[in-house]
């Protein structure tokens, strides 16, 4: 399902087509974890670049998945996760 997107000109929410790719899916999916785990995990604790490449690497890992309806929030999680467990080490 599309997510709703609020148009600031004109008040209405209306809904971004939908990816035309698994490759666009699996970047706009990929944006979207980072963005919520952005909210949770400011530039202070850890920088862009390395949430990024952890969000990456977390889905490739399930490059070969057949179902595929929760991906993003297993991918989500198990960064969470990992990032939870490295701060209760240091």
Excluded: C, W
């Amino acid at each position: 399902m599309p997510a709703e997107v609020k148009d600031q000109r004109t008040r209405s929410t209306r809904r971004d087509p939908l990816p035309r790719s698994t490759s666009e899916l699996r970047e706009r999916n990929i944006r979207e974890i980072i963005q919520h785990l952005r909210r949770r995990y400011p530039p202070e604790t850890i920088s862009n670049a390395v949430l990024e490449e952890r969000v990456r690497t977390a889905y490739a890992g399930f490059a070969t998945a057949h179902v595929r309806n929760y991906l993003a929030i297993l991918v989500e999680r198990m960064v969470r996760n990992t990032l939870v467990a490295e701060a209760r080490m240091t």
